[in-house]
Every structure is written in C-alpha cells, then in structure tokens.
C-alpha cells in the first residue's frame, strides 16, 4: 500500500512543492495540514493532484488546541494504519514588525507556529510513527538558526537563545522572545528555527534507539521566492532572488527544494537518524566552514549531492537543548 505522510504548511512555497513531488512519486499519501482549506483546495486543484494520493485537513500552528484536533484527526484518516513520515514545514517569518503579536494562546506567532506547535504535534504522533517499517520524522531547519554558517554568524540578528529566560517565565504575552529580552521578529525567526534543530537532535537521542524512527533536519536552500518574504518591502522581494541567483549562488527553485525535501522521507541514503541534511550547491557564501579541512562546503544553490551538514555553536550545547525541550514541554503539555 501506499505510505501515509503527514506534511504541515502545503499551502505554499516549499510544503507545496514537497506535496507535488510526493504525490508524482505515486507510492504516497500525504495528510495535508493547513489553515486554509479553501487556499489549499485550490492549489491541490493547480497542481492537478490524484484525489487518491492526498487528503486535506484543518491545522492552525498557532493554537495547541487545533493541533490536538488535528493529531486525532490524522489517526482517524489512516485507521489502524502506522504513520510512515511527519514533515514539520509551515513557518512564519516576520521580519517587518516592531511589536510582536500574539497567538490565541498568547505566545509570540513565530515560536509557536514554528517550533512549539510542532514539537507538540511530534509528541503526538510518535507512537502512529513507530509502528511504521521505516519511520521519519522531519523538521525543516535553516541555516540562519545555525551559528555556525556564514549567514547564520554574520548576518544580524543572530539566533540565540540565551538562558531561555523568557521561555522559563512561561513564553506568555508580554514576554515576546525566548531569551527574555525585547521583541526582534527576524530574531525570533531564527531563535525558532534553531528551536527545530535542537530538537530534532532531542529527538534523535531520546528516542530513536527505542523506537527505530529516523529524526532528521534539513536546509533545502534559499528558496528567494516563497511567501515566507511576504513581509518584505516589494524591492526586496524583486531582487533578492536576483541577489541569492547571480551573486550568492545560494538561489534554489521551489520545484527543486520540493524534490529535496521528499528525498529526506523516501530515500534510502537518508535513514540516518539525527542528521542535518544540505545539499553541496554552488553557494559558497552560504556554507559550512569545516575545521578538519579547512574548507567551506556549499550550501543551497541548484545541482549537488546531499550531505550531512555539520550543527555547531549554540544548536549544539547539550544542555541548552535539554533545557529547551524541557521547557517546550511544559509549555505544550506535550508528553
Ligand atoms: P511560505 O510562507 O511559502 O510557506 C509557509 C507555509 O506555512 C504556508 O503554507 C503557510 O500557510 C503555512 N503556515 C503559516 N502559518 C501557519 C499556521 N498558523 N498554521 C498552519 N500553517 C501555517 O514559506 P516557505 O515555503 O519558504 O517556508 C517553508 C519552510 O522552509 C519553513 O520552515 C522555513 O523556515 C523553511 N525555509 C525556507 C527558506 C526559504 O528560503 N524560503 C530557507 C530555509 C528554510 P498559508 O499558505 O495559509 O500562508
């Protein structure tokens, strides 16, 4: 039969390009989770998707309550069934605000959409997960939340979560930022994306040995023309796909990303758990310095191999990640 997939955020942007490139494939289901189910009706309706290769479901990340609803809803779907493939995608980047807004739940938008709603949701779905033969489990990273890049340490803000002051005061209105400190909303873009790394090599420690799931974390490169930019005044987003193309290198298609994607769910060459996926493109400016060889790997850009890109910095400080995970925890009620 064919594997079920869950895969949030299919709306837009790379989750849509990823839904494609899981339906061509034509062995999948995916369980579509999104805001907008008109939005997404239509787009399953422009992609001319097989009725028979995905299904669409309610899924606000920014309400506990809704990803509750909506792990039930996805075990009703597949039956007795296991779970094959979790695929954390749908973020927000807000950028252009100067005050922070909040979710129903009264936490800050980009930590609850991107990192806590989703370590929510794994929590819920891991046991439908380890049923399956062979389970992943993917959370969409990036390399601004990695301290180790040449974007992720130099171009400010950069990620950081600090002591977790704020996470540690509950993340609750007013307190915008997981350090504690005054609201920066590309920070706490990036402050949530580290979030999904960390946590995806949480995830991998505490659980991958008991329950033979795959956890794994991915860059698929600067995709310079999603939604993601929405906030972005109009000549930014005319030529900073220009910029990331011609001059970085870094630029990568939706399609492609898309395909990249999927790869970390189907192919056999990326079942180790507790990597960082990235793919060896031209975008030098983008990549890795790597000590032992004192090279820098490509990062992004189109063409190129995948590679297990190397976490360092705060990403990888054991007990900041514990103390994150623990923190989530209580926040979400996540067991
Ligand atoms: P888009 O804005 O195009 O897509 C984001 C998706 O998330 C949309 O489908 C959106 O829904 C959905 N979403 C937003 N808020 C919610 C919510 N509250 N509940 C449910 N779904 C929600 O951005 P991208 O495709 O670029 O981003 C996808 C992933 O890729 C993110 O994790 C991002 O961090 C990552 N990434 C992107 C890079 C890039 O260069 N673009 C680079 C590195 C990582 P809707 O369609 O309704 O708006």
Redesign the pocket.
């Known amino acids: 039969g064919k594997k079920t997939i869950v895969l949030?955020?299919?709306?837009?942007?790379?989750?849509?390009?990823t839904l494609k490139a899981l339906c061509a494939r034509g062995d999948n289901f995916v369980i579509c989770?999104?805001?907008?189910m008109e939005?997404?009706q239509a787009?399953a309706e422009e992609l001319g998707l097989d009725p028979s290769s995905y299904t669409i479901r309610p899924?606000?990340?920014?309400?506990f309550a809704?990803v509750r609803r909506f792990a039930k809803e996805v075990k009703a779907v597949k039956g007795g069934k296991p779970l094959d493939a979790l695929v954390?995608?749908?973020?927000?980047?807000l950028p252009a605000r100067d005050y922070p807004t909040f979710?129903p739940d009264g936490i800050e938008?980009s930590l609850?959409?991107?990192h806590l709603?989703h370590f929510l949701l794994v929590s819920l779905l891991l046991d439908d997960l380890k049923k399956a033969k062979d389970p992943r489990c993917v959370?969409?990273?990036?390399?601004?939340g990695n301290d180790n890049t040449i974007a992720g340490a130099f171009v400010w803000p950069r990620a950081s979560l600090g002591d977790l002051k704020g996470m540690q005061e509950g993340a609750k209105e007013p307190v915008s930022m997981i350090d504690g400190k005054n609201f920066n909303g590309a920070k706490a873009?990036k402050d949530?994306?580290m979030c999904?790394m960390m946590t995806v090599n949480e995830l991998h420690k505490r659980y991958h040995d008991a329950t033979g799931i795959t956890f794994s974390s991915m860059?698929?490169?600067?995709?310079?023309?999603?939604?993601?930019?929405?906030e972005k005044r109009q000549w930014f987003r005319t030529l900073f796909p220009l910029f990331?193309k011609y001059v970085t290198g870094g630029y990568?298609s939706?399609n492609e990303?898309g395909e990249r994607?999927a790869q970390t769910v189907w192919d056999p060459a990326l079942k180790t758990s507790g990597q960082y996926w990235c793919w060896n493109g031209q975008a030098q400016q983008f990549g890795y310095y790597d000590p032992a060889t004192k090279q820098v790997r490509g990062a992004?850009g189109s063409g190129g191999t995948v590679f297990p890109g190397k976490l360092a910095g705060q990403v990888m400080d054991q007990a900041k990640a514990e103390k994150m995970w623990e923190l989530s925890s209580e926040i979400t009620g996540a067991t």
Not at 88 to 93: G, S, T
Not at 219 to 230: D, H, K, Q, S
């Open positions: 949030t955020g299919t709306s837009s942007g790379l989750g849509k390009a989770g999104v805001r907008d939005k997404m787009v899924l606000d990340l920014s309400s809704s954390c995608n749908a973020a927000v980047y979710t938008e609850q959409i991107n709603s959370i969409v990273g990036s390399i601004t873009y949530s994306k999904n860059y698929p490169g600067c995709i310079a023309e999603t939604a993601l930019f929405r990331m990568v939706e990303a994607l992004g």
